[in-house]
C-alpha cells in the first residue's frame, strides 16, 4: 500500500479521535486547613459539594495540607474552593503558587470562613474582596436577591429570603465586584455595615475567577435547596469553561 495513503488515513483517524474524544471533567480542590476556628460544618459542605460533583460532572479532591499548593499539583484544577478556612493557611512560598494559579486562569471561591483567612495577604484580600470583623449571634435574617444576567439562578431563588446564619460584618465593604445577594440589616440584630452589605458576590481578578458567599455557618445550610442551587451556581461561574492553564500569561515567578 502507498505509504503516503498510509500515513493520511492515520492522521485522518487520530484528528477525528481527539475530537470525538469528550473533554475531561472538571477537577476542583476542596481546601478546609484552619489556622484558627474549625467550624463543625466543614464535612457537611465537602459531602454536598461531593454529592453535587457527583451529578453535575466535576471531579472532587479535599485537602487541609497546604503543601498541597504547587503548580504541579495546582495545575490541573478548574477552580480552587476554600470551605471556611480561618487563620493564616498559606505559607509565603504557597501563597506564590496559588498566586499564579490564579493569574494563569484558575478559579477561586470562597465559603464562609474564607474571609477571616491571610488578613496580612493582601492579594487574598483583594482575591476574596474582604476581611472578616466580627458576627452577631446566629439569628434570622432577610436577604435581597439582585438578578444578574450571568446568574439565573437569581431569579428563582426567594427575595427575600429568609435564612437563620451567622452573619458577619466585614472590616471594609468589596469594592468592584458583582453583588448577588445582601442582607437587609432592619431584619437582625448586630450589623455594622449599614444598608449596603452584600453577603454573596463574584468578579474576575487578575486573570481569574472569584466568588464568595458569607452564608455556610450551620449544618444545615448544606441541605437548604436554595443555598445548595446558589453554591452549585458559583461552582459553574468558578469552573468557568475548564480551559486548560496558561502559566505563560503569569506576571509572578515561579518557586524554584
Known sequence: MNMKLVFNLFLCLLITACFD???EDPHILVFTKTAGYTHASIPDGVRAIQKMGAKKGFRVDTT???SFFTEDSLKKYSAVLFLS???DVLNEREQVEFTRYIQA???YMGIHGAVDSEYDWPWYGKLIGAYFKNHPHIQEAELKVHSDENFP???SLPNPWVVTDEWYNFRSLPKDVNVLVSIDEKSYNGGENGEYHPVVWYHDYDGG???YMALGHTSESYKDPAFLKLLEAGMDYSIGENEILNYDKTAVLGVQ
Request: charged share 15%.
Open 105 to 107: 486562569g484558575g478559579g
Open 21 to 23: 474524544e469528550p473533554s
Open 64 to 66: 487541609s495540607n497546604s
Open 153 to 155: 439562578v437569581t431569579d
Open 85 to 87: 478556612t480561618t487563620g
Open 209 to 211: 475567577r472569584a466568588f
